[in-house]
């Protein structure tokens, strides 16, 4: 079972930057497709980032050029020049070699001034 905790949410002004964590139980980062998910209310779910087990990385329009995901000891999601249309709830999932992914709870993501 693989259980995943995101951190680094919180709130920013517009402008700001963030950094997002998440780490993850076992070695999984080298085998599973990693990705930043975020859901602001009233909004469908976003895919904002994916890196792959070899470390090709891709990004949502929305957020080229700003945002960027990276690994090491946990996947992480440096996210700068945040606006308010950045604010959500952000997850990251862990996408196995079945297709089947797992989700962690959330972190929030405030950006306002």
């Known amino acids: 079972q693989v259980q995943l905790v995101e951190s680094g949410g919180g709130e920013v002004q517009p402008g700001g930057s963030l950094r997002l964590a998440c780490s993850a139980s076992?070695?999984?980062?080298?085998?599973?497709?990693m990705s930043w998910y975020r859901q602001a209310p009233g909004n469908e779910r976003e895919k904002v980032a994916t890196i792959a087990p070899g470390g090709s990385t891709s990004y949502a329009d929305s957020v080229k050029g700003r945002f960027t995901i990276s690994k090491g000891h946990a996947v992480f999601l440096q996210m700068n020049d945040l606006t308010p249309a950045d604010t959500a709830v952000y997850y990251c999932?862990?996408?196995?070699?079945?297709?089947?992914?797992?989700w962690g709870q959330g972190t929030q993501v405030t950006v306002s001034s």
């Open positions: 999932t862990a996408k196995d070699l079945a297709g089947f992914s797992y």
């Open positions: 076992g070695s999984i980062f080298n085998f599973y497709d």
